[in-house]
């Protein structure tokens, strides 16, 4: 996905332990207090998963046979519901619906046969989340902690045409390398996102402590009370953290051509509790004087809304905000869909990363003095 750097950067800031990064996932290892911190304050996970068993599976015996081999007990009972997420790359068995299938009668039939009861399955609303991993034949299964993505972080319940996910908003802004003190500029903030996530990570706003509904382990039989202790320390822990800094946030500006986008940025910004300078602007109009750090998408896809005239001023907009040779004092992130707005900056990148917005294919270029993560 091409933010795997930024989450494991993450993760080592929060001091879990053998951190290491790979395509399309990081690992770590830890208790399941270490899982639930983890939950809590990762701005830019997706997901986060237990490890439960990984083994070939080049059939669908040899699946079956894999989801047999664990001891469901320990993780589910008669009493809680479970469904299961599956996904197949480059193996034999491709049909993830069918294989869910297959997970799930695995794991009846073992509840069946050791219990004479069975878990019911919650497709909407499990209390236990498995997830399969099918890759070249080899299958891992994971207990999804959180229970739900954690992308959505309950702020955003209007938006204004195609907004960033969360996670990966969040994982922009720590790419671009802010210092959480300098100006913050997305001067074409669409629905907030990228300044909603910057001021909440510098007002040290930790995820959880937005979470309205609760946390997949909340709801498993293995949740009692030295659980629920360690997740209220946690929750105390961050509130803290969050008081300490929440008064001295840096200027932190959304601009946007369109009244709705600012109008519906106003209103996401207030559900999340951040303060945000707020202006309708075209980016010809030019940003105040200063060293900002400024993170922008701008629209992609669509080949009729870059005109010329939005090319041109794109990119006079970065070289004038990065380039020192154009007086520009601070540094620019460009997340780009199309090639024809990169093209456009006269300026080389100095960090050129693949990330994907969803199916998207994007290039997140990095202009100017600070060093991007
Ligand atoms: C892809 S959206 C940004 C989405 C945003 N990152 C989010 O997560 O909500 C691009 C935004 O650029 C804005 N825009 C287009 N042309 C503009 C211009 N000339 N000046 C300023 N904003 C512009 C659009 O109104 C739109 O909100």
Same mark, same amino acid.
């Given at each position: 996905?091409?933010?795997? *750097?930024?989450?494991?950067?993450?993760?080592? $800031?929060?001091?879990?332990?053998? #951190?290491?990064?790979?395509?399309?996932?990081?690992?770590?290892?830890?208790? =399941?207090?270490?899982?639930?911190?983890?939950?809590?304050?990762?701005?830019?996970?997706?997901?986060?998963?237990?490890?439960?068993?990984?083994?070939?599976? *080049?059939? $669908?015996?040899?699946?079956?046979?894999?989801?047999?081999?664990?001891?469901?007990?320990?993780? =589910?009972?008669?009493?809680?519901?479970?469904?299961?997420?599956?996904?197949?790359?480059?193996?034999?068995? +491709?049909?993830?619906?069918?294989?869910?299938?297959?997970?799930?009668?695995? #794991?009846? &039939?073992?509840?069946?046969?050791?219990?004479?009861?069975? %878990? &019911?399955?919650?497709?909407? &609303? %499990?209390?236990?989340?498995?997830?399969?991993?099918?890759?070249?034949?080899?299958?891992?299964?994971?207990?999804?902690?959180?229970?739900?993505?954690?992308?959505?972080?309950?702020?955003?319940? !209007?938006?204004?045409?195609? %907004? @960033?996910?969360?996670?990966?908003?969040?994982?922009?802004?720590?790419?671009?390398?802010?210092?959480?003190?300098?100006?913050?500029?997305?001067?074409?903030?669409?629905?907030?996102?990228?300044?909603?996530?910057?001021? @909440?990570?510098?007002?040290?706003?930790? *995820?959880?402590?937005?979470?309205?509904?609760?946390?997949?382990?909340?709801?498993?039989?293995?949740?009692?009370?030295?659980?629920?202790?360690?997740?209220?320390?946690?929750?105390?822990?961050?509130?803290?953290?969050?008081?300490?800094?929440?008064?001295?946030?840096?200027?932190?500006?959304? !601009?946007?051509?369109?009244?709705?986008?600012?109008? #519906? +940025?106003?209103?996401?910004?207030?559900?999340?509790?951040?303060? =945000?300078?707020?202006?309708?602007?075209?980016?010809?109009?030019?940003?105040?004087?200063?060293?900002?750090?400024? #993170?922008?998408? /701008? /629209?992609?896809?669509?080949?009729?809304?870059?005109? %010329?005239?939005? @090319?041109?001023?794109?990119?006079?907009?970065?070289?004038?905000?990065?380039?020192?040779?154009?007086?520009?004092?601070?540094?620019?992130?460009? @997340?780009?869909?199309?090639?024809? =707005?990169? $093209?456009?900056?006269?300026?080389? *990148?100095?960090?050129?990363?693949?990330?994907?917005?969803? &199916?998207?294919?994007? !290039?997140?270029?990095?202009?100017? $003095?600070?060093?991007?993560?």
């Amino acid at each position: 996905m091409g933010t795997e *750097p930024a989450l494991r950067d993450e993760l080592r $800031e929060l001091r879990l332990r053998s #951190v290491r990064a790979d395509r399309g996932g990081v690992h770590f290892e830890g208790s =399941l207090t270490d899982g639930m911190r983890a939950c809590f304050h990762s701005r830019v996970a997706q997901r986060i998963l237990l490890e439960l068993a990984a083994f070939d599976a *080049p059939n $669908e015996a040899a699946l079956y046979e894999g989801v047999r081999s664990v001891t469901w007990a320990e993780h =589910l009972s008669t009493k809680t519901s479970f469904a299961v997420r599956a996904s197949s790359k480059k193996s034999a068995l +491709t049909h993830t619906q069918f294989l869910a299938q297959l997970v799930k009668d695995a #794991v009846v &039939d073992q509840f069946r046969e050791e219990q004479g009861q069975r %878990p &019911d399955v919650s497709r909407d &609303d %499990p209390d236990v989340l498995l997830s399969l991993h099918l890759a070249q034949n080899q299958a891992t299964l994971y207990l999804d902690l959180a229970g739900d993505a954690l992308f959505a972080r309950g702020y955003r319940t !209007r938006h204004d045409g195609a %907004p @960033l996910k969360e996670t990966l908003a969040a994982a922009l802004v720590r790419m671009s390398g802010w210092d959480q003190q300098s100006p913050f500029i997305d001067p074409m903030c669409g629905s907030g996102t990228v300044v909603i996530e910057a001021a @909440l990570l510098a007002s040290a706003v930790a *995820p959880g402590l937005m979470k309205k509904q609760k946390f997949g382990f909340q709801r498993w039989a293995s949740f009692g009370a030295s659980e629920a202790a360690a997740l209220q320390s946690i929750r105390e822990r961050a509130s803290e953290a969050h008081e300490k800094k929440k008064g001295a946030l840096p200027r932190i500006v959304g !601009r946007d051509v369109a009244a709705s986008a600012i109008e #519906v +940025t106003r209103e996401n910004a207030g559900r999340a509790g951040v303060t =945000l300078e707020l202006v309708q602007a075209d980016i010809a109009v030019a940003i105040p004087e200063g060293a900002w750090t400024m #993170v922008v998408n /701008p /629209p992609y896809g669509d080949r009729m809304s870059l005109t %010329p005239k939005l @090319l041109s001023s794109f990119g006079a907009m970065v070289e004038r905000n990065s380039n020192p040779k154009k007086g520009g004092e601070g540094s620019s992130s460009v @997340l780009c869909g199309t090639p024809e =707005l990169l $093209e456009a900056i006269p300026s080389r *990148p100095s960090k050129l990363v693949r990330i994907m917005n969803g &199916d998207i294919e994007c !290039r997140f270029a990095s202009y100017g $003095e600070r060093k991007p993560a």
